[in-house]
């Protein structure tokens, strides 16, 4: 939910994406990293597969 009235102001850029929206994604990287946060489906991409095992390890 959007808020106007929040102000952040620590100079950064601040992008917001909606992991049940993977599949609007235009960037496959970025599709392929939501659709592992909403899912847990790491599908062809090592880097995914690496995080998810160092994932396991650590719980």
């Known amino acids: 939910m959007e808020n106007g ?4 102001d620590d100079k950064t850029l601040k992008v917001i994406y909606n992991a049940s929206a993977y599949d609007k994604a235009e960037d496959k990287k970025i ?8 899912t847990n489906s790491t599908g062809e991409d090592d880097l995914l597969k690496e995080f998810e095992q160092n994932l396991n390890l650590r719980l």
């Open 5 to 8: 009235d929040v102000k952040i």
């Open 31 to 38: 599709r392929d990293f939501l659709r592992f946060i909403h």
